[in-house]
């Protein structure tokens, strides 16, 4: 990160753990401790930002604003950078917390700024999130832009985010009901997640290929990559795992082996229905996993 290179200050984007917000955050506020007392304000106030973004991701999403305010009490005209972290972070407490249209002119804004100061990583990120936040043809045109953008810069961490666009390109597709479209794009990710030798990746986009051919009535198809990906062993007691173990479920029932398809949909709502963001925006998907796992969940008894 450039604001750590030039004061000598750590680089505490690398502390980052998107599994673990709460202690990323924690690790965050150390360092924020560290350097009440140097000059580096810009580095500071983006390292607010990161703050903000970990309480986004615990869904404490006014404890977030406030510390972005914060962070742009800071923030002086020539902190471009930080200006356009915050930016990034408020659109996304915005679109996580349920409104994606407040946070579509903040992208906009986040992703004009960026382009003007030749930070086209951030630039990136701002059109990603704008395929995220939009709808339809408006979210395939920022996806677009974002892989154009990607595929055109001479940054290397601006290339890196090509293997998520791809991915989030594939569902926008599906989303559509453009299912040979949304193949084309998680295969394209499946060669460029291979091409880095990422295992755990490779099997997000098979996994992804395979949900798409099931949409496609290939179900055969799906079901053996399913079956395969169960068997790994990054897919073992996790939310990985409880994804897959739907898809087969799906795959079945799809086949009409209803009683044969229950125990995979009751083992993926036991490994899915604590998961925070499922249960924000997706309840009507645990309620489906519970019904066609016949899962029976029993209330303890209430002490006086």
Request: charged share 30%; aromatic share 8%.
């Amino acid at each position: 990160m450039a604001d750590s290179a030039a004061t000598g200050l750590p680089d505490f984007d690398a502390l980052w753990n998107y599994d673990d917000p709460a202690g990323t955050e924690a690790r965050f506020r150390e360092v924020l401790n560290k350097t009440e007392a140097s000059s580096a304000r810009e580095y500071q106030a983006s390292l607010m930002t990161q703050i903000a973004r970990s309480q986004g991701l615990q869904q404490h999403y006014s404890d977030a604003l406030t510390t972005l305010n914060q962070a742009d009490a800071i923030i002086q005209p020539d902190m471009r950078t930080a200006r356009v972290r915050s930016l990034l972070e408020r659109g996304r407490v915005f679109n996580s917390s349920g409104k994606p249209q407040d946070s579509i002119p903040i992208f906009k804004e986040a992703m004009d700024r960026a382009r003007q100061s030749g930070l086209d990583f951030y630039a990136v990120d701002a059109a990603h999130m704008l395929g995220i936040a939009a709808k339809g043809d408006e979210s395939l045109h920022w996806s677009e832009e974002a892989m154009r953008i990607a595929e055109s810069s001479q940054d290397e961490r601006a290339r890196k985010w090509l293997g998520a666009l791809y991915n989030n390109t594939g569902w926008t597709y599906s989303d559509m009901g453009r299912y040979q479209d949304a193949l084309n794009m998680f295969e394209k990710d499946f060669a460029y997640r291979r091409g880095l030798g990422k295992a755990e990746e490779m099997g997000i986009a098979r996994w992804s290929m395979a949900s798409t051919m099931r949409r496609m009535g290939r179900v055969e198809e799906a079901l053996k990559i399913q079956k395969e990906l169960l068997e790994l062993p990054e897919r073992r007691n996790n939310e990985n795992e409880g994804y897959t173990r739907e898809e087969i479920g799906e795959c079945l029932l799809a086949l009409g082996k209803k009683s044969e398809a229950a125990p995979f949909f009751a083992r993926a709502w036991e490994l899915l229905h604590d998961d925070p963001w499922i249960k924000q925006d997706e309840p009507k998907r645990l309620e489906r996993l519970k019904t066609l796992g016949g899962v029976q969940v029993r209330v303890s008894p209430q002490t006086p």
